[in-house]
């Protein structure tokens, strides 16, 4: 049997998932970062991006963060994203209303003028980023293991 | 037959209040549900930053953050979370009683207050006293978003880095449990770091980009992430108060209309016994 990582994703809202894994994939803001199990500590981070977490029997679970840090323990790695999305809850989305909230997270921000901006602004960044990954897993792009 | 009109309309109004009450009860009963639920759902990330953080105290950075600096305290921040509304028992004067107590004895140490209100029935409070509002944010709704929470906690943050307060506190209610809730406060800055023990062999993280930036967007991230986990508490607990409150509410109501019903119908029988003995006695007299 292989060596895993205990593996954590949460989000401000809710857990979204909790395992074992071989290999992560993780985006920072340095660029996309491959964890393996017994990685020194480290604090990094995170960017909106996909996170790839490879199980023991290779099988690949895809989920997309809005940002936030993940931090690395030998044994550990808690991915604590400010929003996260699993790969099936993505598929199961309605792709308007996806295409409407980011819309309207758009036009507020030219309304607004007040310091709440930058977390409109960013929400909106993040927003543009979740719909490309969305497109791109429904597009059916193939994502190799690793 | 004159107070028997009056006891009618009472009877009526008093039954109208308790349909209201008795369905405030029920939209209580089933947002709470939805509260507590939100409530668990929101722990996880509050305990594994938690986690990370007490890591990060045991391990040796060379960069300490501000926020876990420890200073002499002239200033503080609080950050009050109350309910947009009333109606929920003693909830939010409970908790107005536990701050003032506190806020005394910092005004007894010369120590000042900046004080950051989350719920419209905290701002109030707030103008009614003198104290200083630095922040104020409400209409959360019953799912407080995470990025509003951040946007209010940032000015106290701000003045915490540049020195200008030098602890913040949040106070709201503890969810015990449906039937109770206690009001407690609780500081958020500086994080007390976990003492060390000396055996511990030295290590550090390995931080991507500078430790500076990563550890200010975690710390950052922990704070907003407690007073987002105490807007969400604070929602269940006003649930469950608003519950309990409304509850009692019919039950008075219901109390109050057996009690008038009694009285009414006493003035009813009166009424017929005095016209009886008023016909009774005209046949009387012109027999």
């Not at chain 1, 930058?118 to 929400?123: A, E, I």
Request: glycine share 6%; hydrophobic share 45%; charged share 25%.
């Amino acid at each position: 049997m292989s060596i895993t990582v205990r593996v954590d994703i949460v989000s401000a809202d809710h857990a979204v998932m909790g395992g074992e894994a071989t290999f992560v994939v993780v985006p920072t803001t340095m660029g996309e970062l491959g964890i393996t199990p017994r990685h020194t500590q480290l604090l990094a981070e995170l960017k909106a991006g996909e996170v790839r977490v490879t199980d023991a029997k290779g099988i690949v679970s895809l989920f997309f963060v809005s940002g936030g840090v993940v931090e690395v323990q030998p044994q550990a790695i808690t991915i604590l994203a400010d929003s996260a999305l699993r790969e099936e809850d993505a598929r199961a989305l309605v792709m308007i209303e996806e295409e409407a909230r980011l819309k309207a997270l758009e036009s507020r921000i030219e309304i607004g003028t007040r310091e709440t901006d930058y977390f409109r602004l960013r929400g909106a960044v993040e927003a543009e980023e979740r719909l490309k990954w969305i497109e791109s897993i429904r597009g059916g792009a193939h994502h190799t293991s690793q | 037959m004159a107070g028997t009109k009056e006891i009618r309309t009472q009877i009526k109004s008093v039954q109208n209040t308790r349909k209201i009450t008795k369905a405030m009860e029920m939209v209580a009963a089933s947002k709470m549900r939805k509260a507590q639920e939100n409530m668990q759902a929101t722990r996880p990330y509050l305990e594994k930053i938690r986690v990370v953080i007490s890591n990060l105290s045991k391990a040796h950075p060379e960069y300490t953050h501000p926020f876990m600096v420890e200073r002499p305290v002239k200033r503080v921040g609080l950050i009050l979370v109350t309910t947009d509304r009333g109606l929920c028992g003693g909830l939010n004067v409970n908790l107005f009683r536990h701050v003032l107590r506190n806020m005394q004895s910092w005004s007894e140490s010369n120590i000042e207050i900046d004080v950051c209100v989350i719920g419209s029935k905290g701002a109030a409070f707030v103008k009614r006293g003198a104290f200083n509002p630095v922040a104020e944010i409400s209409g959360l709704g019953d799912r407080p978003r995470f990025v509003k929470v951040q946007g209010a906690v940032k000015t106290l943050l701000d003045s915490f880095e540049a020195g200008r307060i030098d602890e913040v506190w949040v106070a709201r209610n503890e969810f015990v449990n449906s039937m109770s809730q206690k009001p407690n406060l609780v500081r958020v800055l500086p994080i007390a770091p976990e003492t060390v023990s000396a055996q511990q062999h030295h290590w550090d993280y390995i931080y991507e980009p500078e430790s500076k930036d990563v550890l200010d967007l975690l710390l950052k991230r922990f704070v907003a992430a407690s007073v987002h986990q105490a807007t969400v508490e604070n929602v269940a607990c006003e649930m469950s108060a608003r519950r309990i409150a409304m509850k009692n509410a019919t039950d008075n109501a219901g109390d109050l209309i057996s009690a008038l019903k009694l009285k009414y119908n006493k003035a009813r029988q009166a009424a017929i016994t005095q016209e009886i003995a008023e016909i009774v006695s005209g046949a009387a007299a012109v027999g």
